[in-house]
C-alpha cells in the first residue's frame, strides 16, 4: 500500500516568489492536513481539508493557502515568500480524522528561501 | 503560548538503557495523547497513544504513563537501542470542526549509544 508522497523533496525559492507544494493521500484517506517543521518553532498545524473542504486553520498569514481535490490529493501554496518560510512542510493524512487514531504522514517537502 | 511543553530536548543514553521524555499540557479539553518517533529524511510515525481514562499503556519496550490530575504524561523506552535514535514528538489532540488536531510539543532528540 503507497503512502502519503510530497512532491517535490525538495525546493529553492527567492524571496518574493510563490511556490506549490503537492501531497497525494494514502488511497482511500479523505483528510489532509498541512504541518510547517523547524528547528525553532517545531510542528505547526497549518490547515486540514476534508472531502475538498478546509475544516480546519491554523494561525498563519493568509500568504499561506490550500486546496483539494476531488480525488483528495491536495496542494499548498505560499505567496510572496520570506526568509522564515524556510522549512520541512509535512502532510498527513487519515482515513477518519473524528476517530483520532493518528495521521500518517509524508516524508515531507524542505523548502529553501534564498 | 505554547500549549504542549517537552522536555528534554535532547537525551543521550547508553544502550540497555531507559530513555524518559516528559511531557505537560495545559488546556483539558485535550483527550487524546499520541507519540510520534521521527527519522531524519522522514515524516513523522505513530508510536503509541493513550486516552485520559488510562494511566499506562504499554506497546513492546514503548510504555506511556498518564497523570491527569498533574496534566503531565511520558514516554518510557525500556532497553534503549541505537535504532531508536531518532527524534520524539509528544502530541496532545482534541477535537476541532470534526477532527481531531494534534498539537505538538517541540521534540526530543534522542542517542543511544552501542
Known amino acids: 500500500k503507497a503512502g502519503v508522497t510530497q512532491t517535490p523533496r525538495y525546493l529553492i525559492k527567492t524571496r518574493g516568489q510563490q511556490v506549490t507544494l503537492s501531497c497525494s493521500p494514502i488511497s482511500g484517506h479523505r483528510s489532509v492536513s498541512w504541518y510547517q517543521q523547524t528547528p525553532g518553532q517545531g510542528l505547526q498545524f497549518l490547515f486540514e481539508y476534508f472531502s475538498e473542504t478546509q475544516r480546519n486553520k491554523g494561525n498563519f498569514p493568509g500568504r499561506f493557502s490550500g486546496r483539494q481535490f476531488s480525488n483528495s490529493r491536495s496542494e499548498m501554496n505560499v505567496s510572496t515568500l520570506e526568509l522564515g518560510d524556510s522549512a520541512l512542510y509535512l502532510c498527513a493524512s487519515s482515513t477518519d480524522p473524528g476517530t483520532a487514531y493518528g495521521y500518517t504522514f509524508g516524508s515531507g517537502t524542505r523548502l529553501t528561501v534564498v | 503560548q505554547q500549549q504542549v511543553k517537552q522536555s528534554p530536548q535532547s537525551l543521550i543514553v547508553q544502550k540497555g538503557g531507559i530513555s524518559i521524555i516528559n511531557c505537560a499540557y495545559e488546556n483539558t479539553a485535550f483527550d487524546y495523547f499520541p507519540w510520534y518517533q521521527q527519522f531524519p529524511g522522514k515524516g513523522p510515525a505513530l508510536l503509541i497513544a493513550?486516552?485520559?481514562?488510562?494511566s499506562e499503556k504499554k506497546e513492546g519496550r514503548f510504555t506511556i504513563s498518564f497523570n491527569k490530575s498533574a496534566k503531565q504524561f511520558s514516554l518510557h523506552i525500556m532497553d534503549s537501542q541505537p535504532g531508536d535514535s531518532a527524534t520524539y514528538f509528544c502530541?496532545?489532540?482534541?477535537?476541532?470542526?470534526?477532527?481531531?488536531?494534534?498539537?505538538f510539543g517541540r521534540g526530543t532528540s534522542l542517542i543511544v549509544h552501542p
Open positions: 502530541a496532545a489532540s482534541k477535537k476541532k470542526g470534526g477532527s481531531y488536531i494534534p498539537t
Open positions: 493513550i486516552r485520559p481514562d488510562v
